[in-house]
DNA sequence: CACTTCTTTCAGAAATTTGTGAAGTTAAGG
DNA sequence: CCTTAACTTCACAAATTTCTGAAAGAAGTG
């Protein structure tokens, strides 16, 4: 057993479900380190962890810690928090803050919106391909609406089965 | 004007648009050559070309077209259907299909949530950590009864508004 | 204001991914 | 069955991405 030091949690157990999910994540498109340090954080009870703990886990260095908490932190996947009186910062998944990151690919969305209204114009609108486009823009219009009601359908479905704190707030 | 003989499209405004298309959907994730295929199959005016077509609009080798065409087909974004008597095969973007591939991360959203169960498991239901991989295994689930709905509300909405034909049905 | 602790940046080594040409495979047409 | 058109596979070169060590940059502390 590889049990560290008083937390009660067995580091490889741990270990082996940080590197099996972040491999599905990695799979799905997602950045090594990026997928690798939400797994991370997503599995650690306190629900944040400082860099140190990171690079412990990982094995990785503090650059490779640096440049996937950027990404995570730009994307909302993860906040950043100072421990107060210290230096050290504390990167932390942010209950359900994520979910809507994961979602809310919102300027994703605008910006194909954009590329295909441009398309629907050059193309001409009465073509076959201009009739195309236009249909396709349509779905991600139709998208953007369904997402944003889904999330609330999904704040209420979760209040009623975890109760409105949730998982670590 | 670079107008390709007797199509009444100009080549260049054509290209245009599939290669910012494509920009788009390789920033999002998607890879290269599938990005830019799929961009030119969607504003074509027939849904569909040929090898020897997509490889001299886009200035690729056949073995790159084979190569994105082969991704395109396994995600269900493109389908390949043979030209009767002739050797030669046409990719389509099948109408609505393909909405539905993009959507449908069913088999993703599947290996995640077998990865989560794992991890409620192993680092234990009553922990904080294993609580908090069930409510993300809550959402998953919940997002997946989500998609369904709404790709059906999408078939209804699509055909009030573009008729129980559409663009290339 | 020096000291220490933590984080970020940066240049480059290492690994991975991508696209090509060339050879191989399949199937229509004579 | 031989020829030829079309697609696929494969090994490799090129481009890109990823991660690291080293150095520089902040920010608390005495």
Same mark, same amino acid.
């Given at each position: 057993m590889t049990e &560290?030091?008083?937390?009660?949690?067995?580091a @490889? %157990?741990?270990s082996r479900f940080v590197e099996s999910f972040a491999a599905q994540l990695v799979e799905a498109g997602m950045t090594r380190m990026?997928?690798?340090? =939400?797994?991370?954080?997503? #599995? &650690?009870?306190?629900? &944040?962890?400082?860099?140190a703990e990171l690079g412990e886990q $990982? +094995?990785? &260095?503090?650059?490779? %810690? #640096?440049?996937? %908490? +950027?990404?995570l932190a730009q994307t909302h996947m993860v906040s950043r928090e100072r421990e107060p009186g210290? +230096?050290?910062?504390?990167?932390?998944v942010h209950g359900d803050q994520w979910y809507e990151a994961l979602t809310?690919?919102?300027?994703? $969305?605008?910006?194909?919106e954009a590329a295909l209204r441009e398309g629907v114009t050059s193309l001409g609108a009465d073509t076959p391909a201009g009739r195309r486009l236009s249909e396709t823009l349509a779905f991600f219009e139709f998208l953007e609406g369904e997402l944003l009601?889904?999330? @609330?359908r999904w704040r209420v479905h979760r209040e009623k089965t =975890?109760?409105? @704190?949730g998982p670590q707030g």
């Open positions: &560290s030091a008083g937390t009660g949690r067995d @490889e %157990v741990v990026p997928a690798r340090v =939400f797994a991370a954080l997503l #599995s &650690s009870d306190a629900g &944040s962890m400082t860099s $990982l +094995r990785i &260095s503090p650059a490779a %810690v #640096s440049g996937a %908490v +950027r990404y210290s +230096r050290r910062e504390r990167y932390r809310n690919r919102d300027a994703v $969305l605008k910006r194909w009601a889904m999330m @609330e =975890f109760g409105p @704190e």
